[in-house]
Structures are given as structure tokens and as C-alpha cells.
């Protein structure tokens, strides 16, 4: 099974009643980084489900198909938006020096939604789907590994700098953070 396949499979088998469709993103400079690079919607059956956006290609950074990542944003509505933020984030992981590990955290310039404060993303595990949907395996043992893209604040990018990755999740956790709120209040 290719690379591609496996991937192709991995989100079925997560998602596989769902919706799915693929978009390029032309504009910026994605396309010359990652000729192959797109993004996948997964639309949702119920209100009570996010839209997901996974990046399909990031995988290309790592040629020899070790630590391969991809990304992917959760969101309260459909939006070409989310397409543009993948197709940056993923140009910067590519970016000599930027590759992208759990707790880094990227300024993308504007809010995650029109109007919402939240203008970082803070790299993480997916924890809404847990291990299942984390490694993608291929060719005998490598993992594609897909992470989270959740938005955040100045203020807890701040908080994660001083304090690290786990102080910024027990926060989350304590004030039970609705993460598909584009106007969610600041945990700190």
C-alpha cells in the first residue's frame, strides 16, 4: 500500500460514514514547497460534530518517511479559511529550521475565525480522537503522525513559553475549554 493509500485509509476508517473532500490551496508559496500538498474536509453528520481539516502532504518534509506529520484544525463551520491556515502552517513546517513538534506554538498573523481572537495554534496530540486517529502506519513500521492544530491566545502562548505545555493543558482541562468557540474566554 502507498503512502498515499494508507492515509487515504486512515481517514476512512476514523471517519467512515463521512464526507470527504479534497482542495489545493494556489496562492503563496505551498505549491512550490509541496507540489503534491492539499487538504481534506470532513464534513459532519450531526451539528454536535466539528469540520476537520487535515493537511494531505506535509508527510513530503521528511523524505526518508521518518517522523512524518500532518495536521489537521477543528472547526464550528465549513470555511475556505481553515484550507489557507493548513496551506501556511504546513509552508512553514516545511521551512528550513521550522519543523513543527507537540507543544510548539505558531502566530498565524490573524484570528483562527473572522473576528476571534485565538491567532496562534498550539501544535498538539488529538486529543477529541485519541490514538486511533493520531498513527497513520505504512511500508512495514513507519507512522505518520497527525496533530492537532488548536487555537490559542497571545495570553496562553505566553503562559505556555513561562510555564510549558502541561501547566497550559491542566488549565484546559480545568476550565473545560470549549475549543470549537472561536470567542472562547482566555483560560489564564
Keep these: 500500500m502507498t503512502i498515499h493509500e494508507a492515509q487515504i485509509d486512515h481517514l476512512e476508517k476514523n471517519w467512515p460514514s463521512h464526507k470527504k473532500e479534497s482542495f ?24 454536535d460534530e466539528p469540520w476537520v481539516y487535515l493537511s494531505h502532504g506535509a508527510r513530503e518534509i521528511n523524505k526518508n518517511h521518518h517522523d512524518c506529520r500532518e495536521f489537521f484544525i477543528l472547526a464550528p463551520s465549513e470555511s475556505p479559511r481553515h484550507i489557507e491556515t493548513l496551506a501556511m502552517l504546513v509552508n512553514f513546517h516545511a521551512s528550513e529550521n521550522n519543523f513543527l513538534t507537540i507543544g510548539a506554538c505558531v502566530n498565524i ?8 481572537n485565538l491567532d496562534h495554534l498550539l501544535i498538539s496530540i ?30 496562553e502562548k505566553e503562559y505556555l513559553n513561562q510555564l510549558g505545555l502541561e501547566a497550559l493543558e491542566s488549565k ?13 474566554s482566555s483560560v489564564i
Excluded at 489545493?24 to 451539528?47: C, E, H, M, Y
Design 172 to 184: 484546559f482541562d480545568e476550565n473545560a475549554i470549549d475549543y470549537l468557540d472561536p470567542n472562547r
Design 24 to 47: 489545493t490551496w494556489d496562492l503563496g508559496p505551498i505549491k512550490q514547497a509541496l507540489p503534491n500538498f492539499s487538504v481534506i474536509r470532513i464534513t459532519p453528520k450531526s451539528s
Design 126 to 155: 488529538p486529543y477529541p480522537f485519541g490514538p486511533k486517529l493520531e498513527k497513520c502506519h505504512f511500508d512495514g513500521g513507519n507512522i505518520i503522525k497527525y496533530l492537532w492544530l488548536l487555537p490559542v491566545n497571545q495570553a
Design 109 to 116: 498573523g490573524r484570528g483562527w475565525l473572522e473576528g476571534s
